[in-house]
């Protein structure tokens, strides 16, 4: 090696430090556009899966389904289309707490839609997008557990959206069980 390339210039030096100071915004920049990124993903997370509607009257599935050992269809009679699209309606609810717990607050708030003649507007916890055609029947007389699709709802004091119901996942175990997989099955 000679002298000259193996000497460290006062002119290499510079240029070393100008290279350093133009990368500080790079790296600043870079440092932000990731806490972005991440803060922006957990919203969005947290915004589709763990944000619970506000319900009209604080019901609970543990008590009913765990505690008390109603089975899911005593108020969920998915095959039928009606109105209410699977949620009970307050005759269901009134059929027991006309007598049972009448006197608790929550009970009393039931009594009242009752005696104004309102259904409970109860917010919707699951919302497929319109384009999507969707129905219970196919899934329950295939043998498939709510859990599979709704996780643990007898252990919840509140209902919350536990799987992602997205494309992937109904596509995913379609291929699994040999069900349709042509676009028409789930789009109109
Ligand atoms: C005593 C009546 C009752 C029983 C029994 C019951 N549910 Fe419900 N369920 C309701 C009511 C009322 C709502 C609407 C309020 C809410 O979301 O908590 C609801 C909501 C739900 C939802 C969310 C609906 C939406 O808005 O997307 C699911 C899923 C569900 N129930 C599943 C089940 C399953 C699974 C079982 C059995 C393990 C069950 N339920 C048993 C009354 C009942
Ligand atoms: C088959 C009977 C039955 C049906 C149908 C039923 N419940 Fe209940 N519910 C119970 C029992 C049993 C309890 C527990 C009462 C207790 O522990 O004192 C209870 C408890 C409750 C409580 C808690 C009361 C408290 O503060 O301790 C609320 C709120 C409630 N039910 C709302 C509803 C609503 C709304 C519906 C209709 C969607 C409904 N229930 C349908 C039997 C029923
Ligand atoms: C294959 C997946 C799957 C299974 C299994 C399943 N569900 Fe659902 N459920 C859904 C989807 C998806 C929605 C949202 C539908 C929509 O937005 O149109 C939903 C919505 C609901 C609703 C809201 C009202 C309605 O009818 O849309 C209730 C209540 C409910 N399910 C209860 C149950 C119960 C009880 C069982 C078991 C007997 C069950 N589900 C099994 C996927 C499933
Ligand atoms: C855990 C498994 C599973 C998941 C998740 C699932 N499905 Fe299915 N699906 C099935 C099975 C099994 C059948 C019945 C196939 C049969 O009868 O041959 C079926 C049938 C259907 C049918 C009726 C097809 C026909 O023409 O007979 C439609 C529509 C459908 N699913 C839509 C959906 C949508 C939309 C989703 C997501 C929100 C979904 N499924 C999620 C297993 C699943
Ligand atoms: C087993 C059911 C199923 C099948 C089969 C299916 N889709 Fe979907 N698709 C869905 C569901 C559920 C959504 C809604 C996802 C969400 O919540 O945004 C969706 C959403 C979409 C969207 C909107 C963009 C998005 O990702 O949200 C497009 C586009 C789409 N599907 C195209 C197709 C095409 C093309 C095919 C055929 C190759 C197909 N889908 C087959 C269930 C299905």
């Known amino acids: 090696m000679t002298e000259e390339t193996s ?6 030096e510079k240029k070393l430090t100008n290279r350093i100071w133009r990368a500080i915004p790079v790296v600043i920049a870079g440092y932000f556009l990731l ?5 922006g993903a957990l919203y969005a997370y947290w915004n ?3 944000t619970v509607p506000e319900q ?10 765990f505690d008390n050992g109603l089975p899911c269809s005593t108020c969920h009679k998915l095959f039928e289309k009606s109105s209410t699209a699977g ?8 059929s027991c707490h006309k007598s049972v717990a009448a006197g608790k607050p929550e009970i009393k708030k039931v009594r009242a839609f009752w005696d104004r003649k309102e259904p409970i507007p109860w917010e919707r916890v699951h919302n497929l997008p ?7 029947k196919p899934h329950i007389k ?11 709802i007898k252990a919840m004091p509140v209902v919350k959206q536990v799987r992602s119901l997205e494309m992937g996942f109904c596509v995913q175990c379609h291929r699994k069980k040999n069900a349709p997989l042509e676009c028409a099955t789930c789009h109109k």
């Not at 000497?7 to 290499?12: N, R, S």
């Not at 806490?35 to 803060?39: D, G, K, N, Q």
């Not at 319109?130 to 219970?136: K, M, N, Q, Y």
Request: aromatic share 10%; with cysteine; proline share 4%.
């Open 142 to 152: 295939a043998g498939l557990d709510c859990a599979a699709c709704h996780g643990e």
């Open 56 to 65: 009209p009257i604080n019901f609970s599935h543990k008590i009913h389904v």
């Open 87 to 94: 949620i009970p309606a307050i005759e269901t609810c009134m």
């Open 130 to 136: 319109d384009h999507v055609l969707f129905s219970h």
């Open 35 to 39: 806490l972005f990124l991440t803060v």
């Open 48 to 50: 589709r899966y763990m």
């Open 7 to 12: 000497v460290w210039t006062e002119e290499d």
